[in-house]
């Protein structure tokens, strides 16, 4: 009940911590009409100014204005009503006024330059420096285009002062000034303090990573531009004030070929249809949006739904028009309103924007879409690429030849195929089977064939496609056809183990056809050899899983399994020979070679020769078949197993190598996808997060576009784990809320779907979102509480105690503690249940003060469990990874004291922790610097003993240069410079 006045302050200190948004906006209505039932001056003022906040965070810039009227109307009458801080705030808030009311174009723009008179002489009449009115002349000679560069330089180069605009947001008006002018350089110059949180503020930089995108882009800076997509748009998303930033990242996926990105952001946002009370935002998002919408109509897809304003289903040609109309009308307000047509121009060059790639801008994100993504603009025809012949007759014959090597360019012969055979004007040659052509129905069949072999193609497809291309072969009397696709529909599939007694049969067929000179029956029958070998090869790594690198032992595979597939490739081998097929011998070797490796890696100093000659003679038959793109294949086969093997650089080669040939031959089967993730997972090994972050980038979008949804999602994980620890979480939360929402991710492996949600929580820890990343956690202990592994809820628990003290949650902080230290005696992991200890006692210590007596006697009691836990851990042997967990212990105590005053007593502790490092030796020479650096600087501030600070850091100098680790006495040197200054 808010009957009393204390009741109304405490709601609004309550609604000040809420999020800006409606809700807070529509209890900052309520909590002014309940001020106004006291006599209470402060009380309303504080009220108000509460209420305009959450107008101008809320885009209801009509709304604002009228209140603050109501709050220089109740200062008059009240002066005494309004103290330091209310005074400051009323006084900001004439430069929010100033802007609502450019805002609105029903305001006449003889009021707007009237209140900017009001703000100049309030201004001066307190003292207050003029910047702050240049800056808002600025503005206004932007939104009328007139006298822009002389109101720019009035601003900018006076100094600022006490009420300027905080300095990230004049840094990014500055910015957008040369992003106006073409100078997309300058602009991202003046923008760097922002966008490395030199300067930043509630809004900023979110705001500037929106408004940056088109310059990054026009730049080159490709990365970059992704970052601030992936970075800004998770700011901007559902928030009623960010329809300006909203448009531009629907302009932006317009830009870089994401129309599917797009209708999502659409989706999500679709509230901002409804939202009137800031027009000027409002055309800003409409003009966003229509571009989008225009690409798709432009594209041919103006017929899909797509989310508008509640209420009606409207598709994207329909939702165009609309927003065409409604924008052209509000822009034409402006230009009546301002007597210029500055407005109506910006918006209009910005709809003539175009698509600034050829194909799809990676963005790391799986878009969702009501219908097939849009098709992007064809990519530049590779160099290698052969000539695409028109006439029927030459197009067949070259879809045949390419088929035959399995040349990428294959499948776009095969679609003009089927579009000239399937239109309904076709009218095939008579005289067909003798020119060569072949019948209609052998081109259904080859046709057939054809789509079945689509990578990801779902099983119950791919059968059906096989069974069709195999009745249709028979009608066209190629029987030894029609039997190689029975086959192919035997092969094992992930849900079923597949018919290899078949397989075998059709291949004894085969091999009587060929015998009998069948046309066709050796080249079927290398090609249903191929089928055997690889249904045995399957059995095989089945038995001894690929996956791992050299430090994990698998078993052996399976002999019996193992003699089968060797003697099927070597006669696949033979008899490709035979037949004149130098590619399926190449084949032959590459799946020989992983054979050999399986059983390589289970011998100790293991060179890997046999599999290696294999792989090279693979390389040669390739060459001597004419067919280079084949070498993809190749060289990701050479990097498979140059990381097993651990041999990552040469993994790294390999699939470059590989990549560059995908690119080179336009190659976008799933050859190219796994090579990038390849490349990846080299780098990973090799520390290289963001060289791995690109190449996890591109392998997802290739899964992507083969419809491989399990393995984009899989690459996706991986790809915010390495943006995360790039120093990049941001980014990597980004994508990782991106991949918990997909479908394929509820079809991952539990574990799998474990380890998303830990990084999750963790990027949120490190972007400084402390509460998000406690509920995270606390989630995912419910979900892994049940794995048989006990320890993983340990760790999960303990990081979640972390977060929760980091966000301050202390009762949620110590029950997720209790919770961490019981699960430890189930499934003992020191190093987590040490570590959130160690880090509790820390920021129990800063807690200490007069409100919070007893966080002093926490803090130590939580070191004093930490002591327990190394204890217990080296007493049972517990795997332990602190390298001095004594000298940690001793060094935590030491600053938790200093923390609490205790500055003796804290020096003693630093004491006893040099002495622990030292005696680890060489490999705690880092950790026994630091704490000589921590006791140095004790000893010198706290306790006023200067000569002993620096006779403690010289002899420590001398010792660790002595012993050859100058890298950990650095530090020391540039404290021992400090203190011979003071």
């Known amino acids: 009940m808010l009957d009393t006045i204390d009741a109304v302050r405490a709601a609004l200190r309550a609604n000040d911590e809420l999020p800006y948004g409606r809700p807070r906006t529509v209890t900052a209505e309520e909590l002014v009409d309940a001020a106004e039932q006291f006599d209470d001056p402060e009380l309303l003022a504080v009220a108000l100014l509460e209420l305009t906040e959450a107008y101008e965070y809320d885009a209801e810039q009509r709304k604002l204005p009228v209140a603050f009227a109501r709050i220089a109307k109740l200062r008059e009458e009240h002066p005494d009503g309004f103290g330091d801080w209310e005074n400051h705030a009323t006084d900001w808030r004439y430069k929010w006024v100033a802007a609502a009311l450019l805002s609105v174009p029903e305001v006449p723009l003889e009021a707007v330059r009237r209140w900017h008179g009001e703000l100049r002489s309030h201004y001066l009449a307190q003292g207050h420096d003029l910047q702050p009115y240049h800056a808002r002349q600025y503005q206004l000679a932007v939104h009328t285009g007139e006298g822009v560069q002389d109101a720019f330089e009035r601003w900018a180069t006076r100094w600022r002062s006490r009420y300027s605009d905080c300095h990230a947001c004049e840094l990014r008006e500055q910015a957008l000034h040369f992003v106006r002018l073409g100078d997309d350089e300058r602009a991202l110059e003046v923008w760097r303090p922002v966008f490395s949180g030199e300067r930043s503020c509630s809004e900023e930089p979110h705001v500037s990573r929106a408004l940056a995108l088109l310059p990054l882009l026009r730049t080159g800076r490709v ?229 079945a072999f689509e990578e990801h193609l779902p099983d119950e497809q791919a059968d059906a496609l096989y069974a069709s291309a195999a009745e249709l072969f028979e009608q066209a009397g190629l029987t030894a056809r029609a039997l190689a696709c029975r086959a192919r529909q035997a092969v094992p599939r992930q849900d079923r183990p597949g018919d290899l007694r078949l397989i075998r049969e059709v291949r004894s067929r085969l091999e009587e056809l060929a015998e009998a000179g069948d046309p066709f029956g050796g080249r079927e029958l290398v090609a249903v050899l191929q089928v055997q070998a690889s249904a045995e090869l399957r059995a095989v790594f089945q038995s001894a899983p690929e996956q791992g690198g050299p430090d994990h032992p698998r078993p052996d595979p399976d002999p019996q399994a193992l003699a089968e597939a060797e003697a099927t490739l070597e006669l696949l081998h033979t008899e490709a020979a035979r037949y004149g097929l130098p590619h399926r011998q190449a084949n ?159 079809e991952l492996d539990v574990r799998e779907q474990a380890q998303a949600r830990l990084s999750l929580a963790r990027g949120l820890r490190g972007a400084g979102e402390p509460r998000a990343a406690a509920e995270e956690y606390l989630l995912l202990a419910d979900r892994v509480a049940g794995f048989e592994e006990k320890h993983i809820l340990t760790m999960v628990a303990a990081e979640a105690a972390v977060a929760l003290a980091v966000a301050e949650q202390w009762p949620a902080a110590d029950l997720a503690r209790q919770r961490a230290l019981e699960a430890h005696r189930a499934g003992p992991h020191p190093d987590a249940v040490f570590d959130m200890l160690l880090r509790q006692g820390r920021h129990l210590a800063e807690l200490h003060d007069e409100a919070h007596p007893e966080a002093a006697e926490q803090a130590l009691a939580r070191l004093a469990e930490a002591a327990e836990v190394a204890d217990t851990a080296e007493r049972e042997g517990q795997e332990f990874g602190y390298g001095c967990p004594e000298g940690t212990l001793h060094d935590t105590r030491s600053r938790t004291l200093s923390t609490l005053g205790r500055d003796e007593e804290a020096l003693a502790e630093m004491e006893l922790a040099i002495a622990a490092f030292a005696a680890r030796g060489a490999d705690a020479y880092h950790g026994r610097a630091e704490s000589i650096r921590v006791a140095a600087v004790l000893e010198a501030g706290r306790l006023d003993r200067p000569d002993a600070a620096r006779a403690r850091v010289d002899a420590a100098i001398a010792e660790l240069t002595a012993a050859g680790a100058p890298d950990a006495a650095e530090p020391l040197v540039e404290l021992r410079t400090h203190l011979a200054r003071h």
């Not at 065409?324 to 009308?329: L, M, P, S």
């Not at 197009?395 to 990428?408: C, I």
């Not at 020769?609 to 004419?626: D, T």
């Open 223 to 451: 990365e970059e531009a992704r970052s601030a997509h992936l970075t800004g748009y998770r700011w901007a998303r559902g928030r009623s004030a960010a329809a300006e930033p909203v448009g531009l990242h629907l302009e932006f996926c317009a830009l870089t070929r994401n129309e599917p990105r797009g209708l999502e952001i659409l989706a999500e946002n679709r509230d901002l249809f409804d939202r009137h009370g800031d027009p000027l935002a409002r055309l800003h998002f409409l003009t966003g949006a229509q571009l989008l919408l225009g690409r798709l109509v432009e594209d041919g897809h103006g017929g899909i739904p797509v989310a508008g304003p509640p209420g009606a289903h409207r598709t994207a040609a329909a939702l165009y028009a609309e927003l065409r109309t409604e924008g052209d009308e509000l822009a034409a307000r402006f230009d009546a309103r301002n007597g210029t047509g500055a407005v109506g121009g910006a918006r209009r060059d910005r709809l003539a924007r175009t698509p600034l790639v050829a194909e799809p801008l990676p963005l790391g994100l799986r878009a969702a879409t009501p219908a097939a993504a849009p098709t992007a603009a064809p990519a530049a025809t590779p160099a290698a690429a052969p000539d695409r012949p028109t006439d029927l007759d030459e197009l067949v014959a070259k879809a045949r030849e390419l088929s035959l090597t399995n040349h990428p360019e294959s499948i776009l012969h095969w679609n003009r195929i089927a579009a000239l055979i399937e239109a309904p004007d076709h009218r095939h040659p008579e005289d067909a089977e003798q020119s060569g052509l072949g019948s209609l129905v052998q081109l259904k069949a080859e046709l057939a064939l054809e789509r």
């Open 588 to 746: 032959a070797r590459l799946f020989g070679a992983r054979i050999r490796f399986l059983v390589e890696r289970q011998q100790e100093d293991a060179d890997f020769a046999e599999s290696e000659r294999l792989v090279a003679e693979a390389e040669r038959l390739i060459e001597q078949a004419g067919a280079p793109w084949r070498l993809a294949y190749v060289h990701g086969q050479r990097g498979e197993l140059a990381l097993g093997r651990g041999d990552l650089e040469a993994a790294v080669e390999h699939f470059q190598r590989s990549t560059a040939v995908s690119a080179r031959y336009g190659d976008r089967s799933g050859t190219a996808a796994r090579a990038h993730e390849g490349l990846a997972r080299a780098h990973l090994c090799l520390d290289r997060h963001a060289e791995a972050a690109g190449a996890l980038t591109e392998a997802a979008a290739r899964y992507d576009r083969l419809g491989a949804a399990g393995e984009a999602a899989s690459a996706r994980i991986m790809l915010g784990q390495a943006l995360c620890n790039a120093g990049r979480p941001d980014d990597g939360v980004a994508v990782l809320e991106s991949v918990l929402l997909e479908p394929a991710f509820a």
